[in-house]
C-alpha cells in the first residue's frame, strides 16, 4: 500500500470530515486544460468519437457553504460524455455523486462503486507525477462503471468492449495492454464493500459537463501543505 497517499487521506479526512454540502452549494468552475491520460474512441448510446480519457485541469473559485474549501487548480474527472467543459467561468452545484450526472443521476450503487475506486487509487490518480496510462485507466474505469455497472453481477458487468460503453485507441484497435491492467485493477475493485466512505462529490451543471472531485481537492497546494504536515509529525516521532 502507498504509504504516502494512506497518509494525505487520513489528515484530509481528519480536517473536512465536517464538511457536509447541500444542493444550496455553490461553486464557479474553468477548464484550464488536460493532464495526464489519453485520446481514446469511445462508443455511448449511438455516438462514436474521439475524447480525451485523463485529468482535466480546472480553476475553483467563489464557493458557497462547504464548497468554500474548493480553491485553486484541481485535477478532475469527468461523468458524463454528453456535454463538454467551458473555458469561461460557469457556475455549479455541488451535488452528491449518486445525483450525477444532472440529467442522468447514476444512482447510490453506481456512485458507491465509483467511491471504491477513488478509495483503491488513494490520490495517485490526481496528481502531477501519475503516468498517462493511469490516468487514461481511471477516467474509463469511471465512465465504465456510469454507463454499465450491475452491483448484482460486479465487475463481470463491465467491460470496454460490451455494454452500453466502449473504447478502444482511436484507430480502432483494443486499448493499450497497459491501460487494460490497470483498469482491470479499479473494476475488479467496483464491488469491493470492504471499502468504507469516499471523499468525493460531484460538480454539476445542466449545460456543462460534471466533473468528480475530492473534498477537498487535493490540487498541488493541497498535497504539498499535507505532505509537509506529514513530514513533520514523522520527524517529531
Keep these: 500500500m502507498n504509504t504516502r497517499f494512506t497518509c494525505l487521506a487520513v ?3 481528519a480536517v473536512f470530515a465536517t464538511a457536509s454540502f447541500s ?3 455553490m461553486v464557479d468552475m474553468r477548464f484550464l486544460g488536460t ?14 468519437f474521439s475524447c480525451f480519457a485523463g485529468q482535466l485541469r480546472h480553476d475553483f473559485s467563489n464557493g458557497t457553504g462547504a464548497a468554500s474549501i474548493l480553491q485553486g487548480e484541481v485535477n ?13 467561468v460557469q457556475r455549479f ?14 444512482g447510490a450503487d453506481k ?39 450491475n452491483p448484482s453481477l460486479g465487475a463481470s458487468s463491465l467491460s470496454l468492449s460490451t455494454g452500453g460503453f ?17 483498469l482491470n485493477g479499479y473494476l475488479s475493485a467496483a464491488n469491493n464493500s470492504s471499502f468504507g466512505p469516499s471523499n468525493i462529490a460531484a460538480i454539476s451543471s445542466g449545460s456543462f459537463q460534471d466533473q468528480l472531485v475530492t473534498i477537498p481537492a487535493p490540487g498541488p497546494a493541497a498535497l ?14
Excluded at 166 to 182: D, E, H, K, L, P
Excluded at 224 to 237: Q, S, T, W
Design 11 to 13: 489528515a484530509f479526512a
Design 23 to 25: 444542493n444550496a452549494d
Design 35 to 48: 493532464g495526464h491520460g489519453r485520446n481514446v474512441r469511445v462508443t455511448i448510446g449511438n455516438s462514436t
Design 76 to 88: 478532475t474527472y469527468c461523468t458524463d460524455l454528453y456535454q463538454h467543459v467551458s473555458s469561461s
Design 93 to 106: 452545484t455541488v451535488l452528491p455523486v449518486a445525483s450525477a450526472p444532472v440529467g442522468g443521476a447514476m
Design 111 to 149: 456512485a458507491a462503486a465509483v467511491g471504491n475506486i477513488y478509495n483503491l487509487a488513494l490520490g495517485t490518480q490526481l496528481t502531477s507525477s501519475t503516468s498517462n496510462d493511469m490516468a487514461a485507466a481511471f477516467q474509463l474505469a469511471v465512465w465504465e462503471i456510469v454507463t454499465d455497472f
Design 166 to 182: 466502449r473504447a478502444t485507441q482511436t484507430n480502432g484497435a483494443s486499448i493499450w495492454s497497459s491501460v487494460q491492467s490497470i
Design 224 to 237: 504539498a501543505g499535507v505532505g509537509l504536515l506529514m513530514i513533520g509529525k514523522r520527524r517529531r516521532r
